[in-house]
C-alpha cells in the first residue's frame, strides 16, 4: 500500500487531510496488529480515491486552464515522491543486507528493483499473495501501491487530454466501470492478480477522478451535514470492524464509494479532527516509514507475532521516523528551489546510486554460504507431473505400472523424497497444493478461492476414477494438511455448492468415505501426517541460527516448545483417531503419525535430526530432511507394512 501526496494546488481541505489520516492511521494499526483495525488494509482503497480526486483533479484544472504540460506533471510527481522512498528504499536495502537470509534477500532484490522502476505491483504478483502469512516477512510489500498509483498517472493525464471536455465524465465513468466489473471477476479466480495490478484497481482511483470532473461541473453537495454521520460509517465501520462472512474484495465498493460521496460532499472538518488532519499531513512519509519496521521485526521473529510491546514501540517509531522524514525530507524536496533539468539529473543519478546499491548488496548476500535449502518440495521430478493440472492423468509415475500412489497436497509432496530415500521405485504421485485428499471437501479462505476449491473437488474425484482404472496400483497413501480447514475464516466447499465450514465429524466422515471407497477396489491405503506444525518459521530459524543473523527463537536449537505448535494437540488427536476408526464403509484406517515419530516428547518437538535441518519452514520438510526421515524410520516400508494390516 502507499499513500502518496496528491497534487492539489494550494492548501488541501481540512477534511481532505482527515481522511489521509484516518487512512493511515487504519493501515498502521492493522499491520501493528492492533485492535479496531481489522479491516485497516482498506485504508489504502480510502487513499486511491483521494488520490485520484486530488490528482485528477489538478490535471483537469490545468486543461481547462490551458496551462497542462506533461513535464511539469512528471517533475512535480518526482519532486513529491522521490525524496522521502529513495530514502526509505537506501536504508531499506542497508537493513535488507545485515537481517535477510540469502532466499528472502534474492526476493527483496527483486523488490527492490522494481520500486525503482513502479514496478514493485507486478514483482510481488508473481512471487507472495498478499494476505499470505509469509508476507508480513516481505520488507517492500508496502510499495504495490505506489506503484499502482503511478502507472495510473502515466496514464491518466493522456487519456484526459485526449478525451474531449463532454466525454470525460462518461469515460472514465465507463473505465472505472469496466475496471471493477474485471476486479470482481478475476478476484475469485486469481486474487493475487486482482489485488495488485492496475486494471483491477483503476476503477478505485478512477472513482476519484470522476468525482474531481462532477465536482468540478459543480454537483457536489457542499453544505449537506446530514450526509456526514451516514457516509463516515459506511467508510469507516469496515475499516475498524469489518463484517464477518464478507469477502474481503467486496468491503472496498461501500468504502471507497462512501469515501467519493464525501469529497464530494466538502463536509467542513470539525476541530476533533485535528489531530487526524496533522497526522494527514505526514500521511505519505508515515506509511513509507511503517512497514520495514514491522517486516524485519516478523523476520527476527520469524513470521510469528512480535510481542505486544514491540508492536507498541514499532508504532512509536514510525511516528518519530514519518515525522523527521516529512519535515526534513519530503518537505524540503517538494520545495527545493531546482531548475526541473537539475531535478531529473538528480533523480536518475540516485536511481543509479539506489539500483548500485541494491546489486552491491545482492552480492554481498548471495556470497555468503547457504546453510540450508529452503526450497519448496513438489515431489517426482518428471515431465508428467503437473501440481496446476485441475484433473489427475495418472502421467506423475515412475514407469507404466507403479504399485503405489501418493495423493494429497504440499504434506504428500513432501514425503517423496522420504519414500525415495527408502528406495521406493514403483510411485504415482497425485499432489495438488492445497488440496487436501477429501473428496467433497475443498477449503476456501484467503489463499484458496472458491474457483480452485471447484477444481480441488473435480482434482480428488478424477485421483478416485484413475485409481478404479489402475489395477497396478496396490497401496494409496494419503497425506494432507487437514489442519487448515480448522483456521478461522476457512469454509468448505462441497459437491452441492453450499459453503460452510467443515466440522471434525464431517472432516473423519469424508475420510472414511474416501478410504471406504480405496478399499472396495481391492487396494490397501494409510494414512500419514505431516510433521509438528509450528507457529513460527522453523526452517527460517534454522538458516538464521547457523547463518549468525539475529533470531528471536522461542526455544534453543529451534526446537518447538508445546505453546508454540499451530495445531492444537486434543483437536489433532481426536481427528487421527476419527480417522483411524471403522467407518461407514467398514474397515479401518492406520495412520502412520510422522509427528510422533519426529516428536517422542510433546513438551518440545526437535526440528534437527542427526544434526541435520528437518524444515523448510513452519510445517513442511525440506527435501534434505524429508529424505533423512525416509532414511532414518525406512518410511516406505512401514507405510507399506501399516497399509497391509488393515481389516476390512
Known sequence: MSLAPGAGAGVIRADIQALRGFAVVAVILYHAGLPFAGGGFLGVDVFFVVSGFLIGGHVLRALEEGRFAFGAFYLRRIRRLIPAAYAMLLLTVLAAAALLAADAHARFTAQALGSLF????????????????????????????????????????LALWLLPRRLRAGGVAAASLISLALYLWLYPRSPGAAFYLLPTRAWELGLGVLAAILAALGLGYNGMRWLALPLVAVMALPVILPPSGVPLHWLAIPVCLATAALLLAALPSPRALAPLERIGDASYSLYLVHWPLFAFAHVIWLGATPPLALRLGLVAATIVLGWLSWRWIETPGRFAPLAPRRAVVLYAAATLVLAGAVFATASLVKGRPEPIDLAGVTGLDLAGCNAEAVLFDGACAQGPSPDLLVWGDSFSQQLIPALLADGERHLAQASKGQCAPLPGLAPVDRDATAAFARDCLAYNASVLDYLRRTPSIKVVVLSGNYARFAQAGTKALRPDGRLAPASLSEMIAAQQRTAAAIRSMGKAVVIVTGPVAARFD?????????????????????????????????????????????????????????????CPDPALCPTVLGGAALYRDAHHLSAAGSALVGRRFRLGEAARAAAAQRSR
Not at 512471487?127 to 508496502?142: A, G, M, R, T, V
Not at 492444537?568 to 488427536?573: L, V
Open 118 to 157: 513502479y514496478a514493485t505491483n507486478i514483482v510481488l504478483w508473481r512471487q507472495i499473495n498478499y494476505f499470505n502469512d509469509q508476507s508480513d516477512s516481505e520488507p517492500l510489500l508496502h510499495m504495490w501501491s505506489l506503484a499502482v498509483e503511478e502507472q495510473f498517472y502515466l496514464l491518466l493525464p
Open 538 to 598: 522453523a526452517g527460517q530459524c534454522r538458516a538464521r541460527a547457523i547463518g549468525g543473523l539475529p533470531t528471536a527463537a522461542p526455544a534453543p536449537d529451534c526446537a518447538i516448545p508445546a505453546a508454540a505448535r499451530a495445531v492444537p494437540m486434543a483437536w489433532q488427536e481426536a481427528l487421527f483417531t476419527g480417522f483411524a476408526q471403522q467407518g461407514e464403509g467398514g474397515g479401518q484406517t492406520p495412520v502412520l503419525r510422522l509427528d510422533r515419530m519426529l
